[in-house]
Each structure stands twice: as C-alpha cells, then as structure tokens.
C-alpha cells in the first residue's frame, strides 16, 4: 500500500509513465475500435491525478522537505532551517531547543562537513499526526587533521502541530550507540 501512495501522491516521474503507457493502449484501443470515449476517460484521469498529485502533500514529503533544509544548514554551516524545524518545547537528551542548536553550532567549530548524501530514508513508524524514520547518510567531513567518510543513521521523529510540521526527536542510531553521544562527539 506504501508503493501505491508513492505511486499516486508523491513521485510524478512515475506516475507519469504509468499513465502514458495507459494512455498509449487507450489510444491503439480507439485507433483500432473507432470509439474514442476510453481514451477521453484516460486523459480526464490523468489530469485528474496529476493535479491532485500536485496539490497533496504527504507526511514523507514534509519530512523530506524538513530535512533538505537541514542538510542545506549543515552544509552552509548554519541553523536556520534547523531551528525552524524543531518546536519552542523541543527537548532531547537533556538539551532544550536552544541548548541543542548551540551544541549544533559547536560541533561547527570542530567538524567541516564538506559534502552530504542522504541515501536511505524509511518510514519507522507512520501515525495520523506524526511519522518517525529512519535516514542514513554519507558525509565527507575534516575534523581537525582528518578528512574522510563518515557513515551515520538518524531516527528522527515529526510531528504535526497547528499547520506546521516539527522535529520532536533525534536519536544517533550509527555509529553513534550511546545517546547522548552527541555530548561525546568533539
């Protein structure tokens, strides 16, 4: 059921091909039977289903969207979208909202992340107001005199408040295993 939710919500590229390859038979259907009505109905659909597609927007999609703008601070070396993202009651591993953002501006003192790849993002946990996944990346980071590849997984929990959407919990999951880990990374 995942997959058809992508499907019909959230990939256009898919969805597109799938309803040019309908739209096709539809097509040599009526040049074949001369009743052009099926291949209305087909056109009428994918309208229909590329607007609605445009118009929703899912839990994954609000998380992925979160996230790029984190990504795009920690490359940047900043906490704009970060801080955008968690909510005046954030609390994690014994750090408010901004204890936690003033730990993530320390960390730039002592770590460089030159590049980042997200390439894993999993649903965890998938509630009416809230969804938890689980993302994985690929950094190229310098950290005094190292430079090379650090390979991490995120837990990270949202929530939906209001008509926004909110970061609640970020757990370290690899290669950090003790939380708050984030203590200990300097």
């Known amino acids: 059921m995942d997959w058809l939710a992508w499907l019909l919500l ?17 097509l040599v259907h009526w040049r074949r039977s001369g009743r052009p009505r099926a ?4 056109l009428a659909m994918a309208v229909i289903l590329m607007v609605v597609q445009g118009a929703v ?30 909510p005046p009651d954030f609390n994690v591993a014994g750090y408010d909202r901004e204890g936690f953002l ?14 980042l790849r997200r390439w894993a993002f999993n649903v ?3 509630e009416p107001d809230a969804i ?3 993302v994985q990346y690929t950094s190229e980071v310098r950290a005094g005199g190292f430079t090379g590849t650090a390979i991490s997984t995120w837990r990270v929990r949202f929530e939906h408040r209001g008509d926004d959407w909110f970061i609640v919990a970020v757990t370290p999951v690899q290669p950090f295993h003790d939380w ?7």
């Open 10 to 26: 959230e990939s256009t590229l898919a969805l597109a091909i799938v309803l040019v390859v309908i739209n096709f038979f539809l």
């Open 39 to 42: 291949l209305l109905i087909g």
């Open 57 to 86: 927007v899912t839990k994954r999609e609000h998380a992925k969207r979160i996230l790029r703008g984190i990504e795009q601070d920690v490359l940047a070396m900043q906490t704009t979208n970060l801080a955008r993202a968690l």
């Open 102 to 115: 003033n730990m993530v501006r320390g960390r730039y003192d002592v770590v460089r992340v030159l590049g």
């Open 124 to 126: 965890v946990k998938d």
């Open 132 to 134: 938890t996944v689980s």
């Open 180 to 186: 708050p880990s984030v203590e200990g990374f300097r």
